[in-house]
């Protein structure tokens, strides 16, 4: 069980597999961690293949591809530079918030 995020963060295969179907995700203290959907998505891709700013430039393909949503102040944001902006200013914190809850696992 790590607390901190390494440069190639990486999650279980079972906690991947149950964040890519939205359900509870089991830590690895045998607790149930319920994610939001941006947690979860991010959740997925943590195999350790990438790093954070890998990480960032696929969520941010995702969202201006449309398969994923940004939103702020009930608005979709579709520029690219706010997009990355906010993907770079979440994923740290984002990662951060997963080990906290022990599910990294790299």
Do not use: F, Y
């Amino acid at each position: 069980i790590i607390s901190s995020v390494s440069d190639w963060p990486a999650a279980t295969s079972l906690a991947r597999l149950q964040a890519s179907s939205n359900q509870p995700v089991t830590t690895q203290l045998h607790d149930t961690a319920h994610l939001d959907n941006t947690h979860c998505r991010i959740l997925t891709m943590l195999d350790g293949t990438c790093n954070s700013s890998q990480l960032c430039s696929l969520l941010v393909e995702q969202t201006l591809g449309g398969d994923l949503k940004l939103q702020q102040d009930d608005d979709t944001i579709a520029d690219s530079a706010e997009v990355r902006r906010l993907i770079e200013n979440e994923i740290g914190p984002c990662l951060e918030r997963l080990a906290k809850n022990a599910l990294l696992v790299g």
